[in-house]
């Protein structure tokens, strides 16, 4: 039997840790909770013991448990540590190595893979701090999810809800998998903007922030595979897992693609530059008329990977449209080579923002993913991937 240890933080969310024991137990999975004195406010210890059917741990500071040093046994036996609800405190402490109370502390001892479950204010999931601790805690390997969007208790709308107990329940059987459904499997992929230099302080770039790609890249980690991200120029954490290779012209992501074969599967999510321009040694300087660029085609990469004697045995393409969304995507399709092609509007914010609509198109069909975050899109695309492989 797989085992669990889940750190319920203070938060009105806590009392969702409730149904999510009951989910665990009903799913086979043995849990073992730590209550903070945060969450006590909201749940009882009676209440876990009884769902969980074993002893409920609250303090440090037990004679009884600290005499064999419980909480270094806490956090090692078992399988994967689990918080939720993950409040801001919670994770700011994870996040500094702070240790001053027994989840902490075992957080800090434990040598097991640690999930995450965000809950909190909207402005707070917001807040700069918030999101360094999390990039950071992404960065140490730690599993953070996607908060829901939603109604708050406090009034408030927007991404910070604590998600569905059975949307945890997935995430945690997808972190106890053995090895994972991609185990053993190398998947490429590519993300971000490519930046073509003018002169030594200009370049052509474009919109792309890289965060789909990114979110792509983390999924299919999750799920074992083992990943090889060439990123163009971003500002952000590496996933947990993720073999990193940052570039910045389209030459340059090329080269870096087929260095990075033979692969199972890939992804070409980076929004390639299709052009770039003989590149002046000195900065141009402002005239009478703007400078005449002299403009050469880019190395197509998705068509080269799917003709490349070392092709993958899935090949999918991303089709950033703002008009004829799909018609545009079928051709791209056929033009390139590509098993998959994953097409989205950019005529709005979808380039900076958290959330897409897609349409996957392949030789059986169009499947339309409406308004979903990044995250999810991602994780649909990873399931799908293993699927096929």
Same mark, same amino acid.
């Given at each position: 039997m797989k085992r669990i240890l889940l750190i319920v933080g203070g +938060? $009105?969310? #806590?009392?969702?840790a409730c149904e999510l024991v009951r989910l665990c137990r009903k799913a086979g999975i043995g849990v073992k909770c730590v209550l903070t004195e945060g969450g006590q406010h909201f749940v009882t210890p009676m209440t876990l013991a009884a769902l969980s059917e074993s002893q409920v741990y609250t303090t440090l500071w037990d004679l009884k448990d600290e005499t064999e040093m419980g909480h270094i046994q806490l956090s090692r036996e078992? =399988? @994967?540590?689990?918080? #939720? /609800?993950? !409040? &801001? *405190? @919670?994770?700011?402490?994870? &996040? &500094?190595?702070? %240790? *001053? =109370?027994? #989840? !902490? !502390? @075992? @957080?800090? %001892?434990t040598d097991k893979p640690v999930l995450a479950a965000p809950a909190m204010n909207v402005r707070m999931w917001q807040h700069a701090a918030t999101r360094r601790n999390v990039a950071t805690l992404r960065t140490d390997g730690v599993t953070v999810l996607e908060p829901d969007e939603g109604p708050m208790a406090c009034g408030e709308y927007g991404p910070g809800r604590l998600p569905e107990p059975d949307a945890i329940l997935a995430a945690i059987q997808n972190a106890l998998e053995t090895g994972g459904r991609l185990k053993g499997k190398h998947v490429l992929v590519t993300a971000g903007p490519t930046h073509e230099p003018i002169d030594p302080v200009r370049y052509i770039a474009n919109r792309s922030s890289g965060r789909q790609g990114?979110?792509?890249a983390e999924a299919l980690a999750r799920l074992g595979a083992k990943v090889t991200l060439v990123s163009g120029p971003v500002a952000l954490a590496t996933p947990a897992g993720v073999t990193r290779v940052d570039v910045e012209t389209a030459q340059e992501m090329a080269n870096a693609v087929a260095s990075a074969l033979p692969a199972d599967a890939a992804v070409m999510v980076a929004a390639v530059g *299709?052009?770039?321009?003989? %590149? &002046?040694?000195?900065? $141009?300087?402002?005239? #009478? %008329? /703007? /400078?005449?660029?002299?403009?050469?085609?880019?190395? =197509?990469i998705l068509a080269l990977l799917a003709k490349s004697p070392h092709r993958p045995k899935l090949v999918i393409g991303f089709a950033a449209e703002t008009e004829q969304v799909i018609e545009h995507a079928t051709a791209k399709r056929a033009r390139k080579g590509a098993d998959w092609i994953v097409a989205n509007d950019?005529?709005?914010?979808?380039?900076? +923002?958290d959330a897409n609509t897609v349409h996957l198109v392949t030789a059986q069909g169009v499947e339309h993913w409406e308004r979903l975050p990044k995250s999810e899109v991602a994780r649909r695309l990873a399931d799908r991937i293993a699927d096929a492989l």
């Open positions: +938060g $009105i969310a #806590a009392y969702k078992a =399988d @994967l540590v689990v918080v #939720a /609800p993950a !409040t &801001a *405190d @919670l994770m700011a402490k994870m &996040a &500094a190595g702070i %240790a *001053d =109370d027994l #989840a !902490t !502390t @075992l @957080l800090l %001892a990114f979110a792509i *299709d052009w770039r321009a003989d %590149a &002046a040694p000195q900065k $141009i300087k402002k005239g #009478a %008329a /703007p /400078p005449n660029l002299q403009l050469s085609e880019n190395p =197509d950019v005529s709005g914010d979808v380039m900076g +923002g």
